[in-house]
């Protein structure tokens, strides 16, 4: 692959590192919760942006809710507002399940078959996939993520299903269920997605059927979670693997690794590197509004906020973010001087 670094013998493979590892902790609980309190209310009258209109269910959702939640890796979960109100997950099931299917199949074979660099266009880009030569380019956009869910392991399509739903609440610490109305009305406006689906299948770039791998993803964006969850799915990323809140290793920390990297990539579409210039944590933005970042070592940032901006991402999700990155020191570029000692 032309232009791709590759391990050589005498440099070490990042999945199995050990001496180069996030570390830092978070503030105090109490630090966090002020935290927490205060950007709540900075935004709370912050109305930019629309709810999206173009999948029926969610333009009824009620725009003013606004849920904030951080988990540690430890475990402590913190939220304020509409942090426990259920929203369908969206494009935010991306980076979970492509962390499911490396861990199954391998990093070389996923990174073979679905690439993991930024297209640079949007989200649900035809384009992309015909400047590219049938490659989905990346796992974070639609057509990464089909690519992905076309390559889900079992042998019918609801062991597929619950493979993905199964490995979502792994994540979560809890059990996840679809959401049968989000389903039915995207199932409905889907037909930009089938689509790109076909047009992978004719380059040969896709694992099973268009139409059936349409649905699958379809319904995995249905999947219910809340910012709590989206917290604690995210504080698993950053615990290598681990689900802080039931002990439960998920995938491997080298799946972890990957899943960021390509998460950085392309996690805000095409606005990815404002994300990281501003923000300083991969980052996952979805239709319903809800947006993760993750700090490794540290935690996970959930918040939910059904307006979004031109490229499909919650407007207070951005700038809670931004806002929580350098208050609660998870900006992963940031960093001070090192205190030597006197003498």
């Known amino acids: 692959m032309a232009g791709v670094i590759h391990n050589t013998g005498d440099v070490a493979d990042p999945r199995t590192a050990q001496a180069a590892v996030s570390t830092g902790r978070l503030p105090t609980a109490e630090s966090v919760r002020a935290a927490l309190d205060g950007v709540r209310r900075r935004f709370q009258e912050d109305r930019e942006g629309e709810v999206p209109d173009y999948i029926p269910e969610l333009a009824e959702v009620d725009p003013e809710l606004f849920g904030i939640a951080v988990a540690h890796v430890s475990g402590n979960v913190f939220t304020a507002g509409d942090a426990d109100h259920p929203f369908s997950i969206q494009s935010v099931s991306k980076p979970f399940v492509f962390a499911l299917v490396n861990h199954e199949l391998g990093r070389d074979t996923v990174r073979r078959r679905i690439g993991v660099n930024s297209t640079g266009l949007p989200f649900n880009s035809v384009l992309a996939v015909e400047l590219n030569h049938g ?16 390559l889900v392991p079992g042998a019918s399509p609801e062991e597929r299903w619950e493979f993905i739903r199964h490995g979502l609440s792994r994540f979560a ?18 037909q930009r997605n089938e689509s790109i689906a076909r047009l992978l299948d004719s380059y040969g770039a896709l694992a099973r059927d268009p139409v059936a791998t349409t649905a699958l993803y379809t319904r995995q964006c249905s999947v219910t979670v809340s910012a709590r969850d989206l917290a604690v799915m995210g504080a698993t990323l950053a615990n290598g693997g681990v689900c802080p809140l039931t002990d439960e290793r998920v995938v491997d920390a080298g799946v972890c690794r990957d899943t960021l990297s390509a998460l950085a990539t392309a996690g805000l579409y095409e606005r990815s590197g404002d994300w990281l210039y501003e ?14 970042t993750v700090a490794p070592g540290k935690g996970g940032l959930g918040v939910f906020s059904p307006r979004l ?9 951005q700038r809670v973010a931004h806002f ?6 998870m900006d992963l570029f940031a960093s001070t001087p090192h205190a030597k000692a006197a003498g």
């Open 135 to 150: 490659s989905p380019m990346n796992p974070m956009v639609n057509a990464g993520a089909l690519a992905t869910t076309a």
């Open 173 to 190: 610490g809890r059990e996840l269920r679809l959401d049968e109305r989000v389903y039915a009305s995207e199932s409905g406006t889907n």
């Open 279 to 292: 923000v300083g944590m991969p980052g996952k933005s979805g239709v319903s509004g809800g947006i993760i």
């Open 309 to 317: 901006d031109e490229a499909g991402n919650s407007v207070r999700g």
């Open 324 to 329: 929580l990155s350098g208050a609660l020191g």
